[in-house]
């Protein structure tokens, strides 16, 4: 009895004829893979220093874990609509929680880290963001001590009034009000120019690795160690809503992971680029540098205080955000300068 054996089954008895398909079944036709273009904002232009790396690092990790599926492009342009956006606030005042405080209600990188992955402050976060439609994510940080860049003697609280000055942050603007000086703003590269000028009359931006980068310490007279966001500001990088859910788990799972490897990132950078950049400063030799005035400071705290009490009272979400980070700076062991609030 004749075995036929297929061609493909595996068996072939020798002197049997192997039967096979003679005609080759016609191929699929060929699918074009539609990318999906994904806009990815910076709150920085091309030529600032250090953040604008940090830019063009996420978006390029971005791309990597997203694959070949999507096409990101990055830009800088104000007026554009982004998907994702890297080193803005979207969400409102109610934010200032989230990328820290001023003076010493500030948590350090590390705890605010800590604050926000296991101390309730992402849901709270993620329930706000949501409210204006974005998903945000922690992945970087300026570093703590940026300082304060100034042209004049900074003595008492007084010596502001009046005074130009610059100072980032959600509460930078209403802090400064509040210590009777006048806000003002400039692009970044040209901070340097209007301290010469005098157009303003204090810095606080970035941190010292940028400010040496962009050459504040040529403009400037006096640098005050720590400054008024002692321990820095939070970057978040924020992806619309509808994008975000698009993604399939294990994308979603990818970005998160790019934005904490981003974050280690930026907090390895400041503990070694800030202290050698910390040390030039101290070592140059036009430079007056002190600490940051004790009264100064704790006008600082009590306007903080003030501030975000207002917020808290002013926007209902905000007030579950205000208690989370108060009570997570209580467990640690950590409060404000009692004299900020006498």
Not at 196 to 213: K, R
Request: with cysteine; charged share 20%; proline share 6%.
């Amino acid at each position: 009895m004749a075995t036929t054996v297929t061609a493909g089954s595996g068996l072939a008895l020798q002197g049997t004829p192997v039967l096979a398909a003679t005609e080759e079944e016609p191929a699929a036709p060929a699918v074009a893979r539609v990318r999906k273009t994904l806009i990815f904002g910076a709150a920085w232009s091309d030529d600032v220093p250090v953040f604008a790396d940090a830019a063009r690092r996420l978006a390029l990790r971005v791309q990597q874990v997203l694959g070949d599926d999507f096409r990101i492009i990055q830009t800088s342009e104000a007026g554009s609509k982004p998907d994702m956006t890297f080193g803005c606030q979207p969400i409102g005042i109610a934010s200032a929680f989230l990328e820290g405080l001023p003076g010493s209600y500030a948590l350090s990188p590390m705890q605010h880290q800590a604050w926000l992955s296991i101390g309730g402050g992402q849901l709270l976060w993620d329930d706000l963001a949501a409210q204006h439609g974005w998903k945000p994510l922690l992945a970087g940080h300026t570093g703590p001590q940026p300082g304060l860049w100034t042209t004049f003697d900074l003595q008492e609280t007084s010596s502001l009034a009046g005074k130009r000055l610059f100072v980032s942050g959600s509460l930078g603007r209403r802090l400064v009000h509040q210590l009777g000086a006048e806000f003002a703003e400039a692009p970044p590269p040209e901070l340097a120019n209007q301290l010469t000028t005098d157009q303003l009359a204090a810095i606080e931006w970035g941190n010292p690795v940028a400010a040496l980068m962009l050459g504040l310490p040529d403009a400037a007279t006096h640098f005050y160690r720590g400054g008024i966001y002692r321990e820095g500001v939070a970057l978040a990088l924020n992806v619309r809503l509808p994008v975000w859910e698009s993604l399939s788990p294990s994308a979603q799972a990818a970005i998160e992971g790019l934005a904490a490897e981003q974050m280690n990132l930026a907090l390895s950078e400041s503990m070694i680029h800030g202290r050698l950049a910390a040390q030039s400063i101290e070592a140059t030799p036009s430079i007056m540098v002190t600490d940051l005035p004790a009264r100064l400071s704790t006008e600082i705290d009590r306007v903080t205080d003030q501030l975000i009490n207002e917020i808290a009272l002013s926007f209902p979400e905000a007030r579950r955000i205000r208690d989370s980070y108060l009570n997570f700076r209580r467990m640690l062991g950590s409060e404000p300068d009692a004299r900020a609030l006498t």
